[in-house]
Each structure stands twice: as C-alpha cells, then as structure tokens.
C-alpha cells in the first residue's frame, strides 16, 4: 500500500488522489474482513472453552457453535452488501467531482483559447 504525504514537493513522489483513495478502501476492506473473522475464530474458541469447563455438553457445544455461526454468516452478508452500496455511493459522488472538475477545466480551456484567437 502507498502512503500520501503532505507537502510533498515532487508530484511523481505523490499518488494520485485515485490511488491513494483506492489503496484506502483496499486497507479498510482487509482490516474490516480481518476483524469479523477475528470475531468467528473467537466465537469458535468461547464455545470450545464453555464446552471443556462443563458450563455445556459436546451436544450443546455443537448447536451453540452452528446457531451463533448461521447467524454471523448471516450478518456478514448483510454487512459486507451494505459496506459494497457505501464504497459505490462513495465511488459515485468521487466520479462526479472529477467530472466536474474536468468540465470547468474544459471550459477554461475553451475561454482561453478564444481569448488566444482574439490576440492574433
């Protein structure tokens, strides 16, 4: 991953605003998938260690797992379809600001242009 610095005086040391908003999604994205199969491998390990002190039996031990997985399962899907319509949104309203930008630079192009004709 490439890192942005401030002030930085060459623009070849310096990502894009693309890039570095790319590189910023991917890393959150991996740390969030991180964090929810952190959670499972705990859940795993909590029901493991309820079975072997005998608060459960093995039976017990087996449907808690199953139950509390289905039901991550579940909420893992939901997540990540809801994290996917926020990074689109985002991507969306990122897309139309550079098409702004691009706009207002095409038409200061143009003016300039004209204003170049007229000194000739």
């Known amino acids: ?10 623009p070849k040391e310096t990502p894009s605003r693309e890039t570095a908003l790319r590189d910023f999604v991917r890393f959150s994205w991996k740390a969030t ?10 859940v795993k390990k909590l029901v493991t260690a309820l079975s072997k002190s005998g608060k459960i039996t093995p039976e017990q031990e087996q449907q808690l797992f199953q139950q509390v ?22 991507v969306s309203k990122i897309t139309k600001i550079y098409q702004d930008e691009i706009y207002a630079i095409e038409q200061n192009i143009d003016r300039l242009e004209k204003k170049f004709q007229n000194l000739k």
Do not use: C, W
Request: hydrophobic share 30%; net charge negative.
């Open 69 to 90: 997985y289905a039901r991550m399962k579940d909420n893992r899907v939901k997540f990540e379809q809801d994290i996917e319509g926020h990074i689109q949104n985002t």
């Open 33 to 42: 998938r991180g964090l929810v199969d952190k959670a499972e491998s705990d």
């Open 1 to 10: 991953m490439e890192t942005v610095r401030v002030n930085t005086p060459s």
